[in-house]
T-cell receptor, first 115, second 114 residues
Framework: AQSVAQPEDQVNVAEGNPLTVKCTYS??????LFWYVQYPNRGLQFLLK??????LVKGSYGFEAEFNKSQTSFHLKKPSALVSDSALYFC?????????????FGTGTQLKVEL | KAGVTQTPRYLIKTRGQQVTLSCSPI?????VSWYQQTPGQGLQFLFE???????NKGNFPGRFSGRQFSNSRSEMNVSTLELGDSALYLC?????????????FGPGTRLTVL
């Protein structure tokens, strides 16, 4: 069975500084990896995904993520954080064959960007 | 294009009652997935429907059920509600785009069980 770990419940960063939100995964085979963001009282918004190819994936709002197969990690990054980036971030994995559209999510990381 | 619609947005029920939640996917999308979000368990997959057939099911008791209609609208039902069923229920509208599937989430239904 697949699983996703987000080791940090909360990440605090100053506006303008780079941010990293960590994610590691466990799955047999080649995973599809995702990052979603959730603002209060809202659904999930898609940020980016990795399927295959270039290990560095660029997504919405200036976010990017690096797929590292040997470390089974898919950390989310942004070079310069904004206060408006403060939200709950979820990493997710999907098994491309046999799993349909089922996503397995991590527990989420609350990002707080302060002035 | 209209997004994913979930109704109602908020719901309060008491233990032992049953509840039905509705999800209308994006026009043309034939697959719908449901997730439960709680502070303790996080986001957990409930089930997925494609063309009125359940394609995948998560690890939830039989009190949780769903269905999909010919117009792709989906409902999920929870019978004999328990306090622990209080959660945000999210619906995702799934569609094939390029070489992969893309999922669009609705705003959710916040269920409170008293």
């Amino acid at each position: 069975a697949q699983s996703v770990a987000q080791p940090e419940d909360q990440v605090n960063v100053a506006e303008g500084n780079p941010l990293t939100v960590k994610c590691t995964y466990s799955v047999s085979g080649n995973p599809y990896l995702f990052w979603y963001v959730q603002y209060p009282n809202r659904g999930l918004q898609f940020l980016l995904k990795y399927i295959t190819g270039d290990n560095l994936v660029k997504g919405s709002y200036g976010f990017e993520a690096e797929f590292n197969k040997s470390q089974t990690s898919f950390h989310l990054k942004k070079p310069s954080a904004l206060v408006s980036d403060s939200a709950l971030y979820f990493c997710a994995v999907r098994v491309p064959r046999g799993g349909g559209n089922k996503l397995t999510f991590g527990t989420g990381t609350q990002l707080k960007v302060e002035l | 294009k209209a997004g994913v619609t979930q109704t109602p947005r908020y719901l309060i029920k008491t233990r032992g009652q049953q509840v039905t939640l509705s999800c209308s996917p994006i026009s043309g999308h034939r697959s719908v997935s449901w997730y439960q979000q709680t502070p303790g368990q996080g986001l957990q997959f409930l089930f997925e429907y494609f063309s009125e057939t359940q394609r995948n099911k998560g690890n939830f008791p039989g009190r949780f059920s769903g269905r999909q209609f010919s117009n792709s609208r989906s409902e999920m039902n929870v019978s004999t509600l328990e306090l622990g069923d209080s959660a945000l229920y999210l619906c995702a509208s799934n569609a094939r785009t390029g070489n992969d599937n893309e999922q669009f989430f609705g705003p959710g239904t916040r269920l409170t069980v008293l």
